[in-house]
């Protein structure tokens, strides 16, 4: 069983930086891809950046691009997401998701999630 448990969201003022873990358990194909989606209020989810499981691909959306690096220790189980020169509008609940193969930047194609860690920047 495929279980996720975030951490690290918080409240921070605009151009700070925070960092979100995440331990991932049971994830045993060897192709498996884990990234981090978030949700503002409202109905939609976007991916913010994905890695592959050994790390040779990565996605980063336009959004992020400069700012947000994603990376995995395999060892520890564990994904983490960087953020840097954070905005107003990069406040939401942030998502560990997990999927058994091939990186992709859809939120529906992402099979295992974790219950989200909320992440304000105030202005």
């Known amino acids: 069983q495929v279980q996720l448990v975030e951490s690290g969201g918080g409240l921070v003022q605009t151009g700070g930086a925070l960092r979100l873990s995440c331990v991932a358990c049971?994830?045993?194909?060897?192709?498996?891809?884990l990234a981090w989606v978030r949700q503002a209020p409202g109905p939609e989810r976007e991916c913010v950046a994905g890695i592959t499981y050994d790390g040779a691909d990565r996605y980063n959306a336009d959004f992020v691009k400069g700012r947000f690096t994603i990376s995995r220790d395999n060892d520890k189980n564990t994904v983490t997401l960087q953020m840097n020169s954070l905005k107003v509008e990069d406040t939401a609940v942030y998502y560990c998701?997990?999927?058994?193969?091939?990186?992709?930047?859809?939120?529906?194609?992402?099979?295992?999630w974790g219950q989200g860690t909320q992440v304000s920047v105030s202005s």
């Open positions: 049971g994830l045993t194909f060897p192709n498996n891809a």
């Open positions: 998701a997990a999927r058994h193969l091939g990186l992709v930047d859809t939120p529906r194609d992402y099979f295992h």
